[in-house]
Antibody
Framework: EVQLVQSGAEVKKPGESLKISCKGS????????IGWVRQMPGKGLEWMGV????????RYSPSFQGQVTISADKSITTAYLQWNNLKASDTAMYYC????????????WGRGTLVTVSS | DIQMTQSPSTLSASVGDRVTITCRAS??????LAWYQQKPGKAPKLLIY???SLQSGVPSRFSGSGSGTEFTLTISSLQPDDFATYYC??????????FGGGTKVEIK
């Protein structure tokens, strides 16, 4: 089955670090971009950035540049989203999604990882 | 960065209605526009890509049109399963790929 499986919900304190994951299966993981999307509680979708696992080419939205790190380990078909200094404002649902090419769009989504940052 | 503006932000409609949602880009994006449907507690689902191409498995009552800076998503006959929030997204480049603010389609 073609799917993206995201890691489970996290509860963290401000200032802590966190790395969440997105594992692809059932398709050629290295050949498709993986994007990350934030959705704050009750709000819309925000584009964070994208990575091409084949060569780790990574591009960030200016709003998230320097705030998060996107990476991938193609040997285990997994992409990651990482924070080094969480803030309460990072509380949100985070989705990963597959992007085959600029000829199409985000065609396969993970179920999301809920990150809660609270003291 | 390109800004994407959706209207209306909320729409009340009845089953069987024809529904149109508009998305405007702050600069030309050619046809690099996608539409997604999101239901509460669920991940978004791709409906339309490249402005007017229907994603595999999506009912034909959904259609997209437009190019340049103005785009529309039309649901020809609203069904109970269509009550959801709809988002447009430009993808003129891999990043950023800005989303619109969303349009919630509610039951009238």
């Amino acid at each position: 089955e073609v799917q993206l499986v995201q890691s489970g919900a996290e509860v963290k304190k401000p200032g802590e670090s966190l790395k969440i994951s997105c594992k692809g299966s059932g398709y050629s993981f290295n050949s498709y971009w993986i994007g990350w999307v934030r959705q704050m509680p009750g709000k819309g979708l925000e584009w964070m950035g994208v990575i091409y696992p084949g060569d780790s080419d990574t591009r960030y939205s200016p709003s998230f540049q320097g705030q998060v790190t996107i990476s991938a380990d193609k040997s285990i078909t997994t992409a990651y989203l990482q924070w080094n200094n969480l803030k309460a404002s990072d509380t949100a649902m985070y989705y990963c999604a597959r992007w085959p090419s600029t000829m199409t769009a985000l065609d396969l989504w993970g179920r999301g990882t809920l990150v809660t940052v609270s003291s | 960065d390109i800004q994407m503006t959706q209207s209306p932000s909320t729409l009340s409609a009845s089953v069987g209605d024809r529904v149109t949602i508009t998305c405007r880009a702050s600069q030309s994006i050619s046809s690099w526009l996608a539409w997604y449907q999101q239901k509460p507690g669920k991940a978004p689902k791709l409906l339309i890509y490249k402005a007017s191409s229907l994603q595999s498995g999506v009912p034909s009552r959904f259609s997209g049109s437009g190019s340049g800076t103005e785009f529309t998503l039309t649901i020809s006959s609203l069904q109970p399963d269509d009550f959801a929030t709809y988002y447009c997204q430009e993808y003129n480049s891999y990043s950023p790929a800005t989303f619109g603010g969303g349009t919630k389609v509610e039951i009238k």
